[in-house]
């Protein structure tokens, strides 16, 4: 079923974040991929995460496309001028790929290329707008084009904002949706009742909204989120049961499927299960949902 399809029936649906290599080498991917086939709807592929130098979302979504797997394509303002944006979004739906996810991307300085200039050309919105003009058969410039593409388009909300940071997301976020935006993904979430002041601004009968569910590898892990990563909450119990266990990474495993049942059990749209380069962990957080 198609993901746009899944989310219109009110399925609930799963997502796993699927980085490309750093290298050429796809065996590891597909692998991984291959390992959840048919417990994962669609594998959400970024651009170069955090500016780290990788294989891009399009070059991932295309060969994974290719291998019979559904993904949804990162596209980033950091790296290409419209030009560049314009051409990979025709190249992707050419190729199959008809979900994608616009962001801004993290800084350079972040990554490991800090002599590399980022581009702006243009922001997050203007990207929006360009994927709406493209859907309606003609390019930024006004050209018509020969064959129009038809995207589901995604972004991201930050969903534990607070007071008035909370009101500039909602703002932020109703100017996606008016430029043709369907479903928001959030940053990681470990408590729901952290994020309840947002979901009652939210309409969901309108508004997709998808967790983002992050496996945590280390106490050590979990305690530099909690001190250090802003508007996310992580409860000391979750803390106290990894230092606790005699298996952390099993333990950790298990926290992430509990986060995952409940949240479909509160009714949302799906999950995105992140697990920073433990994809060989899916098939266990996905047992038993």
Same mark, same amino acid.
């Given at each position: 079923?198609?993901?746009?399809?899944?989310?219109?029936?009110?399925?609930?649906?799963?997502?796993?974040?699927?980085?490309?290599?750093?290298?050429?080498?796809?065996?590891?991917?597909?692998?991984?991929?291959?390992?959840?086939?048919?417990?994962?709807?669609?594998?959400?592929?970024?651009?170069?995460?955090?500016?780290?130098?990788?294989?891009?979302?399009? *070059?991932?979504?295309?060969?994974?496309?290719?291998?019979?797997?559904?993904?949804?394509?990162?596209?980033?303002?950091?790296?290409?001028?419209?030009?560049?944006?314009?051409?990979?979004?025709?190249?992707?739906?050419?190729?199959?790929?008809?979900?994608?996810?616009?962001?801004?991307?993290?800084?350079?300085?972040?990554?490991?290329?800090?002599?590399?200039?980022?581009?702006?050309?243009?922001?997050?919105?203007?990207?929006?707008?360009?994927?709406?003009?493209?859907?309606?058969?003609?390019?930024?410039? *006004?050209?018509?084009?020969?064959?129009?593409?038809?995207?589901?388009?995604?972004?991201?909300?930050?969903?534990?904002?607070?007071?008035?940071?909370?009101?500039?997301?909602?703002?932020?976020?109703?100017?996606?949706?008016?430029?043709?935006?369907?479903?928001?993904?959030?940053?990681?979430?470990?408590?729901?009742?952290?994020?309840? /002041?947002?979901?009652?601004?939210?309409?969901?009968?309108?508004?997709?909204?998808?967790?983002?569910?992050?496996?945590?590898?280390?106490?050590?892990?979990?305690?530099?989120?909690?001190?250090?990563?802003?508007?996310?909450?992580? /409860?000391?119990?979750?803390?106290?049961?990894?230092?606790?266990?005699?298996?952390?990474?099993?333990?950790?495993?298990?926290?992430?499927?509990?986060?995952?049942?409940?949240?479909?059990?509160?009714?949302?749209? *799906?999950?995105?299960?992140?697990?920073?380069?433990?994809?060989?962990?899916?098939?266990?957080?996905?047992?038993?949902?």
């Amino acid at each position: 079923m198609e993901l746009k399809e899944k989310f219109e029936a009110g399925d609930f649906a799963i997502l796993a974040e699927m980085e490309p290599p750093k290298g050429v080498d796809i065996s590891p991917m597909l692998e991984n991929a291959k390992k959840v086939k048919g417990m994962v709807d669609a594998f959400v592929v970024p651009e170069m995460s955090n500016a780290v130098m990788r294989l891009s979302a399009l *070059g991932g979504s295309m060969i994974l496309q290719a291998n019979g797997f559904q993904t949804v394509m990162q596209v980033c303002c950091r790296d290409r001028n419209r030009l560049a944006l314009q051409a990979d979004l025709l190249a992707a739906y050419a190729c199959g790929i008809k979900n994608i996810m616009a962001v801004s991307g993290e800084d350079p300085s972040f990554g490991d290329h800090h002599k590399a200039k980022a581009v702006y050309d243009i922001d997050l919105l203007e990207m929006l707008k360009a994927v709406q003009k493209l859907q309606t058969g003609t390019d930024m410039a *006004g050209v018509d084009l020969l064959g129009t593409p038809s995207f589901l388009v995604g972004s991201t909300a930050n969903a534990g904002a607070k007071d008035q940071g909370l009101e500039l997301e909602i703002e932020e976020m109703n100017k996606k949706i008016d430029e043709g935006t369907t479903f928001f993904i959030t940053p990681p979430l470990f408590d729901i009742s952290s994020i309840e /002041p947002f979901m009652k601004r939210v309409d969901r009968s309108k508004t997709i909204i998808i967790p983002t569910v992050l496996l945590l590898k280390s106490v050590g892990m979990a305690r530099y989120i909690d001190r250090n990563l802003d508007n996310v909450h992580l /409860p000391g119990t979750i803390i106290e049961r990894i230092m606790k266990s005699p298996d952390k990474a099993r333990e950790c495993v298990s926290i992430a499927n509990e986060i995952v049942s409940a949240l479909k059990q509160e009714g949302f749209n *799906g999950v995105l299960l992140s697990t920073i380069g433990w994809e060989k962990r899916l098939p266990d957080i996905l047992k038993g949902i």
